[in-house]
């Protein structure tokens, strides 16, 4: 029963008669990455077919497989939260954004975007981290992204070719561009986020969730000219806190200069400012106002709304998207869920602007 389940689940409904069964860790018989136009691909399944408790739980249900080989695009996540300053608890975020993700539907009807019917995508589980070792846990990171990169798959970091991550704390965003800035050199960033995260150092450390972008610059694995942060705000121990930023040519673009107005004609601004280079999309889910998002570490009112957070991430289609994460999701501060779902379907999002996703 637990098998033909499996292959339900795994298969497209234009798959009529072929069953292709779940990948599961450690199946590398997937064959070559790259499949042809017709040919069948994850999809995650209906709850017309499959009950929604039904199945592992997955980021959509997809397919959990232990190698990129044979993905456009892979869900990831990095479930580390030891460089999180005030509320803990960020480490159980990809766990829980997959348990609201069941949620989710297989077309974006607003947009047009048909991700499934374009692009080979599944799970690829979560990174090993070291919970007692920051460093330890960015080499971690890093490695499992060389690795991820290099097999031509975007990834979508919960926090491949592109790949989406789930976090996870902020720090993560920075060994995850350490490896890709070794594929594609210099990346453009749209960081969405209540905080620059331009911090030097706290408690003598250099590496916590408020440094990863000043350590990026550091190491030159941002074109600084295609930085633009959105969403900044709240109070500070200094009367200019967005001077580092400003310095190195980032855009900064404070929450106030967002209220109650639609964020379309911005985007459309960000857009030419990244070109057609590699850019890269890192949220952090306190860019958000906290009546919408209440589950985060550090949480600061009068931010974003859901819908300008859609509209920034639909302004991206077209872009060239290398790779996206969505991090700070603290669930033990999201009783209902609301954050993690709202974290799901931002991930979603980012799956359907990627490049060569199909809209129609």
């Given at each position: 029963?637990?098998?033909?389940?499996?292959s339900?689940?795994?298969?497209?409904?234009?798959?009529?008669?072929?069953?292709?069964?779940?990948?599961?860790?450690?199946?590398?018989?997937?064959?070559?990455?790259?499949?042809?136009?017709?040919?069948?691909?994850?999809?995650?399944?209906?709850?017309?077919?499959?009950?929604?408790?039904?199945g592992?739980?997955?980021?959509?249900?997809?397919?959990?497989?232990a190698?990129?080989?044979?993905l456009?695009?892979?869900?990831v996540?990095v479930p580390?939260?030891?460089?999180?300053?005030?509320?803990?608890?960020?480490?159980?975020?990809?766990?829980?954004?997959?348990?609201?993700?069941?949620?989710?539907?297989?077309?974006?009807?607003?947009?047009?975007?048909?991700?499934?019917?374009?692009?080979?995508?599944?799970?690829?589980?979560?990174?090993?981290?070291?919970?007692?070792?920051?460093?330890?846990?960015?080499?971690?990171?890093?490695?499992?992204?060389?690795?991820?990169?290099?097999?031509?798959?975007?990834?979508?970091?919960?926090?491949?070719?592109?790949?989406l991550?789930?976090?996870?704390?902020?720090?993560?965003?920075?060994?995850?561009?350490?490896?890709?800035?070794?594929?594609?050199?210099?990346?453009?960033l749209?960081?969405?986020?209540?905080?620059t995260?331009?911090?030097d150092?706290?408690?003598?450390?250099k590496?916590?969730?408020?440094t990863?972008?000043r350590?990026?610059?550091?190491?030159?694995?941002?074109?600084?000219?295609?930085?633009?942060?959105?969403?900044?705000r709240?109070?500070?121990?200094?009367?200019?806190?967005?001077?580092?930023?400003?310095n190195?040519?980032?855009?900064?673009?404070?929450?106030?200069?967002?209220?109650?107005?639609?964020?379309?004609?911005?985007?459309?601004?960000?857009?030419?400012q990244?070109?057609g280079?590699?850019?890269?999309?890192?949220f952090?889910?306190?860019?958000?106002?906290?009546?919408?998002a209440?589950?985060?570490g550090?949480?600061?009112?009068?931010?974003?709304?859901?819908s300008?957070?859609?509209?920034?991430?639909?302004?991206?289609?077209?872009?060239?998207?290398?790779?996206?994460?969505?991090?700070?999701?603290?669930?033990?501060?999201?009783?209902?869920?609301?954050?993690?779902?709202?974290?799901?379907?931002?991930l979603?999002?980012?799956?359907?602007?990627?490049?060569?996703?199909?809209?129609?």
């Open positions: 029963m637990l098998r033909l389940l499996a339900r689940c795994a298969r497209g409904p234009g798959a009529r008669g072929v069953a292709r069964p779940a990948a599961g860790l450690g199946d590398h018989s997937r064959g070559p990455r790259r499949q042809a136009s017709d040919a069948p691909r994850n999809l995650p399944p209906s709850s017309e077919v499959v009950a929604r408790p039904v592992v739980c997955s980021m959509m249900r997809l397919p959990v497989q190698s990129p080989e044979g456009d695009a892979a869900f996540g580390l939260d030891t460089g999180t300053s005030n509320r803990p608890g960020a480490r159980f975020g990809p766990r829980r954004i997959r348990e609201e993700s069941v949620m989710l539907r297989t077309i974006n009807p607003s947009t047009g975007a048909l991700p499934f019917q374009s692009l080979m995508v599944a799970d690829l589980g979560d990174v090993n981290v070291n919970l007692y070792n920051l460093q330890d846990s960015c080499r971690l990171i890093q490695e499992a992204y060389q690795k991820i990169v290099a097999a031509g798959c975007v990834p979508l970091t919960l926090g491949i070719f592109f790949f991550v789930a976090g996870g704390d902020h720090t993560i965003t920075y060994p995850i561009l350490q490896a890709m800035a070794k594929k594609h050199g210099p990346v453009g749209l960081h969405v986020d209540a905080h995260d331009t911090a150092k706290a408690l003598g450390e590496i916590y969730h408020g990863p972008f350590r990026c610059v550091e190491e030159k694995l941002l074109d600084c000219k295609r930085v633009v942060q959105i969403g900044i709240g109070s500070s121990m200094t009367l200019d806190p967005y001077r580092y930023s400003r190195q040519g980032f855009r900064v673009v404070l929450a106030e200069d967002c209220w109650m107005k639609s964020l379309v004609p911005l985007m459309a601004e960000v857009r030419q990244m070109g280079k590699p850019m890269y999309i890192s952090d889910i306190d860019g958000l106002d906290p009546a919408y209440p589950g985060t550090t949480p600061e009112i009068a931010g974003l709304t859901p300008q957070a859609l509209e920034i991430i639909r302004g991206c289609q077209g872009l060239n998207v290398v790779g996206c994460d969505l991090v700070e999701v603290s669930p033990p501060y999201d009783p209902f869920g609301n954050t993690a779902l709202l974290a799901a379907n931002l979603f999002e980012m799956l359907c602007v990627l490049p060569k996703v199909r809209v129609v």
